[in-house]
Each structure stands twice: as C-alpha cells, then as structure tokens.
C-alpha cells in the first residue's frame, strides 16, 4: 500500500484509491466514498500533503458537520501536529466558521460582536451547546403554534430554516406569503420571517442559519467584503458533501473568493438528511458549481464485512436512478487465505414484536457473554421511536435483567439510536429491529425522491455494523386498539436478499427456506445460491393475505369489515389527505388503505352506509 510521508517521516498507510485522491494536484475536486472506503482517512492525508507542498497552515479551512466529526477530525490530525489550539482555528464545522467569521466581521455588516446563539433543542444533546432555545424565542413571538408541524411534519421553524437553506431572496419568500399553492405552515412563515429576523436583531441573538444568511447576503452585496474576509484562503476541504445545502454552497463559494480551491468528499448514496433541507443534487452537480473540477472514487468498503458488504450493496443497487457507482467487497485475506472479516447476516421473522424482542435480547446476550463483545461495541438502531417502542422496550428490560449496561448518557454500554442518529458512526454488532413496510419505507415517504431517501436510510443503517448484522421483523403487530394486525416485511429487505450474490455469510432464521419466502413477497426463487427472477418486479405475484395484501375486486363495504367505527369516522373526516397521514391516523397495512381510499374518493357517500 502506498505510504504517505509527512514532515520527513511515515504518516499513513494509504489505498491506492485513497493515495491518489489525497495527493491529487492542487484543483477543485470530489470524492466520491463509499461507506466504510475510508473517507476520514483520505481527508486527513490531503491536509497533511497540502501542508507537505507548502500550503500555509492558517490559509486552510477544514470543514465538517457535527461537533463530534471535529473532534475525530482534530484527534486524528493531532498525531501529526502538536499546535492543538492552531489546528481548531483550521478546522471547525461549518456552524463554527460562521460564528467566527460574523464575530470577526461583526461591525462591518451592523452587528454586535457579542451577539448570543439561539439553539435547535433537537439537536442540543448530540451538539452539546448552550445558549438560549430558539423554540421559546420563536414562542414568544407567535405562540406555541409556531411548533405545530403540518401532515409533512413541518412547522414555522422548519419553513424558515427552508427558506435560509434554498437561499431564497425576500421577494421570492414575499411571493410565498400571498401564494394559494404552499401549505398553510409555509404561507404562515413566510408572512413571519420578517418579524423574526427583526426580533433576532432586537435582541442580539442569532440562530445559526440566520448566521451563515447574514454572512452570505452581505459579501455578495459587497464583493470587497468578502475579499476582506475570505481572499486569504487557499484550501477549502470539506467532509460529508453530501449533506450540503444551497446556502452552504453559496458559504463555500466565498473561501474561494481570493482563488482558493475546494476538496470535499462524500458518498451520495449516504444522503439521508433531506428533512434538514439537505439537497442530493447538489453533489451531482459539483462539476458545475466548481469547474473544471477532478473526480476521484473510493468504491471498496473496508470497515463492514463482506456478508454485510453484498447486503447493502443489493441494497442500494435497488435504485433505478442511482446510476453506476460499484462497492467493493473487502479482498483482504490472513496468511491461511481466508478473509480477515467474512461478516455475519442474521435474519430472524419473530410471530410479534415481543417475541422480536427476546430474540434480540439473546443474541445480545451470546455476543457479550459468549462471544466477550464488549456492550458499547454494540448497537440497536431504529428508523424512529414510536414505530419501534415495544421491541426496544422489550429488549431493554430483558438486558437489564441480566445486568447488561445501556448507554445512558455518556456511561458505555450497548447503543440505542436512530438511524440518522448512527451517521458517522461504526459498530462490531448492529441490531436493526422492525424493518416493515411503513417503517422503513416510512409511510410519509410517498414519492419517488422520498422513497429513494428511506433506501440510502437502510444502506446507511446496514452499514454501521463492522462484522455482525442482526435484522428482524414481526409477522404481526397490536394496534392502539389492542386488535392484531398482519404486517408486511420492509421491501428493501425482501429486494437485498433477493438480489445477494450469494448466501455466504447469511444465518436465515425465518420460516421454511429463504427461497420460499422470497417466493411468497413475490420478489425471486433462488437455485444453487443464485438469484433467478420468478417475475418482474412491477409485475409481482400477490402475496398471500397473512402478509396483509389486499386481494382485488372487493366492494367498500368487504374491505371495511372489521374496521371499528371510529377509524371509518377518521377515514371520512381525513379523506382529502395523503395516504402517508392516513396510515398516520389507521393503521391499517398500505396496499389495503390505498384500495380502501380509492373506492371511498370515487363514492365519498358510500362511507355513510358503512
């Protein structure tokens, strides 16, 4: 493997893949990472061989995302360069340049150099900042409907932090306020925005996208501004690209204002913060926001095992508008031959989610007393709370009794996160419960863009795990109602096991044989290990009604049976919503709501004789 040098001496072991993107010439460039291809890696040996060429350490910005990305960042350069206080100038997220370019500049643009921060309570516990909430800020100002969200889940604050991140210009938010074509929320805040930016300079205190906004508006309005402020920059490198937003691009734009170069790297199939109005399209455009820019790709996954690497590829191959980006499985083998990291795919089909939930607890339990797993090597990743409640319940109880520790805090102990949470992240073990239709696709993933959003979810999800993957799934759940409903597995799962290459390194654990079961989602047969389509997938064959899909040619009234009053009641009353806020409201399986909705939209009167 290639070495890097740095200062004279051995630094890092480099990929040739990772080699020539770190040393690459002195130009825009993007590279593009695969999970686990080692992107932190490269980003340290690009510093390092930029500061080797000459480059002047205070004339380069590294910038990331989180406050927990910085630290790795500055932990790993610190090996190399003993001036700690000198490296966290250089290197911030992008919400910490910004502060510090506004304080800098605070008399130059009108305000004080003291302004106080306004903080996202969402995100104060992962972020460990101070200052005041801008959720009671914003409550002080409207009332506790500015909190409300709307069906898409969206409320006053969410609209202005659309608004700052698309980079919208006043007029074009003044048009939104009058507009019959937005949602309520949007008109709401675009008819507030002014009184809230008021407010904010009223009292000093700035949330961190109005921040970047004010930085960004006035250096475009005053091109010697920005020259004043971002001309010394020769080096913009930036981590995680996919998750960038307009205005972060148009912040970018302005460190390359006396000639800079930009170097970002990231993996567009990791782009999984759409609700934070990251855009995907912006890492496909790169070469048209920074010409003449060079493309680099680290296509092999070395951190996951090659079991869970042929999963997640599957995986995410499913998208027909991904185009071709191949992932690699890791090659790399011990002085017997065999694989240094084979990996572990465990699929388990529990009859509810109590019994899903014992059977998590005991591998868990194998793994840390049988196996000497360390707990906060390992981790329980779930698309979202509510959804998830009583298998994490379950599990959490069933390790406290045998005295296992769950993180608590910062006290190690076994994970228990989101999804989106785990970005970033990597584990030995990794336990993704409930994987279900409605969870994962998300019932409010409605079109194509969303839907594509939940799969690169899944693959970022399937992907934390370093060398064993447990999934599993309910075959029926309990309503609030207490009734049991059939439920149906997530088809990203049914499409990945469908697709594998091969079974090596899968332990199936759900009922009869995988074939079989593949047959009966009417997704593929599999023959000596390969894969052969039984059908189209848009033509699948239906699958049996246990799975909970409907069977065709019923009338209104067969498919209500067994509805309860009050759902039919909910039915009419939200008739003209989404079909993602109806399965909000009934919990009913997608594919017989969607025929239910159908049939009561084409004949709305017909639900009063029901």
Not at 225 to 250: C, G, H, M, P
Not at 374 to 387: G, Q
Request: net charge positive; aromatic share 8%; hydrophobic share 40%.
């Amino acid at each position: 493997m290639p070495l890097l040098n740095f200062a004279g001496r051995p630094a890092l072991d480099l990929t040739d893949e990772q080699f020539a993107a770190a040393t690459g010439p002195h130009g825009h460039a993007l590279v593009q990472a695969c999970a686990g291809a080692g992107k932190t890696r490269t980003l340290v040996a690009r510093y390092l061989h930029r500061l080797n060429q000459g480059a002047e350490p205070d004339r380069m910005a590294l910038v990331t995302f989180t406050r927990r990305a910085t630290a790795e960042m500055l932990e790993r350069l610190g090996t190399f360069i003993e001036d700690r206080r000198s490296l966290e100038r250089r290197v911030r997220t992008i919400d910490g340049f910004a502060q510090a370019i506004l304080r800098a500049a605070a008399g130059s643009v009108g305000i004080a150099p003291d302004f106080g921060l306004l903080i996202d309570d969402r995100r104060r516990g992962d972020e460990d900042r101070s200052g005041e909430s801008r959720e009671t800020f914003a409550t002080r100002l409207f009332g506790r409907s500015a909190l409300d969200p709307d069906e898409e889940g969206t409320n006053l604050l969410g609209a202005f932090d659309g608004f700052r991140a698309r980079a919208m210009a006043e007029p074009e938010i003044a048009r939104l306020a009058i507009s019959a074509d937005v949602g309520e929320v949007w008109r709401r805040a675009a008819q507030a925005y002014p009184k809230y930016r008021a407010a904010m300079d009223q009292a000093a205190r700035y949330d961190h996208a109005e921040i970047q906004c004010r930085i960004i508006e006035r250096c475009q309005a005053d091109p010697a501004l920005a020259t004043k402020l971002f001309a010394r920059f020769t080096d913009l490198l930036v981590d995680e690209y996919q998750d960038v937003t307009s205005a972060q691009i148009a912040f970018f734009k302005l460190f390359l204002a006396g000639g800079g170069r930009i170097w970002a790297v990231g993996d567009e199939d990791q782009a999984i913060f759409g609700f934070r109005h990251a855009e995907i399209e912006r890492i496909r455009r790169f070469a048209r926001d920074f010409p003449a820019a060079t493309a680099y790709r680290l296509g092999t996954n070395l951190r996951c095992g090659r079991a869970i690497t042929g999963l997640a590829r599957a995986v995410i191959e499913g998208d027909p508008k991904r185009g071709s980006r191949p992932i690699e499985r890791d090659e790399r083998r011990d002085g017997t031959g065999a694989y240094l990291n084979p990996g572990r795919v465990a699929c388990h089909e529990a009859d509810d989610a109590e019994a899903e939930g014992s059977w998590i607890a005991r591998q868990l339990a194998a793994l840390i007393d049988d196996e000497g797993m360390p707990p906060e090597r390992i981790a329980v990743l779930y698309r979202a709370r509510p959804s998830a409640e009583t298998v994490l319940d379950a599990v959490k109880a069933a390790l406290r009794r045998r005295r296992i520790p769950i993180e608590e805090g910062k006290a190690p102990g076994v994970a228990f996160r989101t999804i989106h949470e785990s970005k970033g992240l990597e584990f030995d073990a990794v336990f993704l419960p409930g994987l279900l239709l409605g969870v994962l696709p998300h019932y409010r993933a409605t079109d194509a863009g969303a839907r594509a959003e939940e799969r690169r979810l899944f693959y970022v999800a399937l992907t934390r795990a370093e060398s064993r993957l447990f999934l599993s799934w309910p075959r029926s759940r309990t309503k609030r109602n207490g009734d049991v409903e059939a439920v149906r597995p997530s088809p990203f799962l049914v499409e990945g096991l469908a697709a594998l290459d091969d079974d090596d390194g899968l332990d199936w654990q759900g009922p009869g044989r995988l074939d079989g079961w593949l047959a009966r989602q009417g997704q593929a047969t599999r023959r000596d290990g390969r894969v052969t389509r039984s059908v189209p997938r848009s033509q699948a064959t239906p699958v049996l009604p246990k799975a909970g899909r409907p069977q065709p040619a019923k009338s209104l009234a067969e498919w209500l049976a067994g509805w309860s009053p009050a759902e039919i009641a909910l039915l009419d009353a939200h008739l003209g919503r989404s079909l993602g806020t109806l399965q909000g409201l009934i919990q009913r399986p997608y594919g017989e709501l969607s025929q239910v909705v159908k049939l009561a939209r084409a004949n709305p009167s017909a639900l009063k004789r029901s």
